[in-house]
C-alpha cells in the first residue's frame, strides 16, 4: 500500500473512502482487493496523473510481472489479474499501451480484445 501511496499519493484519499468494498471494517485487506481498487482509480484519475506518475505507475506493475517469471507469489498474481487485466478493454486502453514494459504489455496485449483473451 505504501508503494501505491508514494506513487499516486492520491490514491490514499481514494482507498480510505468509506465506499470501498475491499478494505475490512479493521483496516485489513488483500493485495487482490487493494489492485482491484487501484485499477478503479487509475481509470477514473488517469487523465489526472502527470507523466512521471504514470512512468512510475507502469514500472512498478513491470517489476510484479518480472517476479512473476521468478515465483508466483500473491502480489504478482494480484498485479496481473487486478490491475492489468482490469485495465484492458477500456478507453485508455491505447495510452496505457505506451507505459507498459515488455512482460506487462504481452499480458495486456492477450487480454485486450473486446472478444476475450483466447480470440485469435
Known amino acids: 500500500m505504501s508503494k501505491l501511496q508514494s506513487i499516486a499519493p492520491g490514491f490514499g484519499e481514494y482507498w480510505n473512502d468509506p465506499e470501498n468494498l475491499f ?5 485489513s485487506f488483500t493485495f487482490h482487493g487493494m489492485f482491484v ?8 484519475e488517469f487523465e489526472l496523473l502527470d507523466e512521471a506518475t504514470r512512468v512510475q505507475l507502469f514500472q ?10 521468478r515465483s508466483d507469489t500473491e502480489l504478482s498474481n494480484a498485479v496481473y489479474t487486478c490491475f492489468i487485466e482490469n485495465l484492458t478493454n477500456e478507453p485508455i486502453s491505447a495510452q496505457i499501451r ?8 504481452a499480458l495486456f496485449d492477450a487480454w485486450d480484445n473486446p472478444a476475450g483473451p483466447d480470440a485469435a
Open 37 to 44: 481498487e487501484f485499477s478503479h482509480y487509475v481509470r477514473e
Open 60 to 69: 512498478f506493475a513491470e517489476e510484479c510481472a518480472a517476479h512473476r517469471q
Open 98 to 105: 505506451s507505459y507498459l514494459g515488455p512482460k506487462s504489455l
Open 23 to 27: 478494505r475490512a471494517d479493521d483496516g
